[in-house]
């Protein structure tokens, strides 16, 4: 049963984590490895420039040097030149000390196995996104890589365009950027043995995003990021306290600290008249 995330009925944040922000330059992707390119003709798009990609055939990182940190597989959508706002997540990525690649869709099953082994050899913690046809094949992947038992920390797609139902048993945390009202985005499903956190943004009240813009938000981008940092923070220890001596007097309980929600998406915007952001 779905979810709403709003708190009171009615009750929408204007400083909602999806809302406008003010325009950002966009800053240069950096160049990768060139990767012929797979055509499907799923979806109708304008043409832009082409640019590389990373290669499916990655050499994984020493355990030694990797163990433990997240890689990001990034997926670009229909002819691999349109979804270039994934290069510049990347590259924002890539100045964070995140491992990230960008790949061209058709690659997933290859990059299935290429996170199989990083997560053998070093319990890489593995992160797969994608935008249009990119955000369709990061549910394959998600469900593919469920039935090799291999674990996903975040998978985030960005306006799939013909979703399948999300089955792998081994995703923690699924979060569905789209727009229902452009045309091409829509809701991905939970399937039957999904068993994490799936979240489904429709992001129709913003008018300044489309399809074949989504990809480049400054906004989103930044959310995504910050889910990616914020994977495998190191537990706070708990503080040591000495055993009562003879006369201490008796020291008051501890207040309890409240727990952070599991989730931290909220409302997207006042203007909807019904929820848009719901976690299933």
Excluded at 74 to 88: P, W, Y
Excluded at 255 to 265: F, G, N, Y
């Amino acid at each position: 049963m779905a979810t709403t995330i709003a708190g009171a009925a009615g009750a929408w944040s204007q400083t909602s984590e999806f809302a406008p922000q003010p325009a950002v330059r966009p800053a240069a992707a950096q160049p990768v490895a060139t990767q012929p390119t797979t055509v499907q003709p799923a979806s109708k798009q304008p043409a832009v420039h082409s640019a590389p990609v990373q290669s499916a055939a990655v050499t994984t990182a020493s355990p030694t040097a990797d163990t433990g940190r997240p890689y990001v597989y990034i997926l670009r959508g229909l002819l691999n030149v349109f979804s270039l706002g994934m290069d510049d997540l990347a590259a924002k990525l890539q100045r964070r000390g995140i491992a990230a690649n960008v790949y061209e869709y058709g690659q997933w099953e290859s990059l299935c196995q290429d996170a199989a082994a990083r997560w053998r050899s070093s319990r890489t913690q593995i992160v797969v996104v994608g935008h249009s046809l990119g955000g369709d094949a990061v549910i394959y992947m998600a469900n593919r890589l469920g039935q090799m038992g291999i674990p996903v920390a975040l998978v985030v797609a960005f306006d799939p365009v013909h979703p399948v139902p999300l089955t792998g048993g081994t995703t923690a945390r699924f979060v569905n950027l789209y727009q229902s009202n452009n045309g091409w985005g829509a809701a991905v499903p939970r399937g039957a043995g999904f068993h994490g956190e799936l979240s489904n943004v429709d992001l129709r009240a913003r008018s300044d995003i489309s399809h074949t813009s989504i990809d480049k938000s400054a906004r989103l981008h930044e959310i995504v990021i910050g889910r990616v940092l914020g994977l495998g923070r190191p537990a706070v220890p708990k503080p040591v306290v000495a055993a009562p001596k003879p006369g201490d007097a008796a020291l008051p309980a501890a207040a309890p600290v409240p727990r952070p929600s599991s989730d931290t998406l909220r409302p997207v915007l006042a203007a909807p008249p019904h929820p848009t952001s719901q976690t299933q």
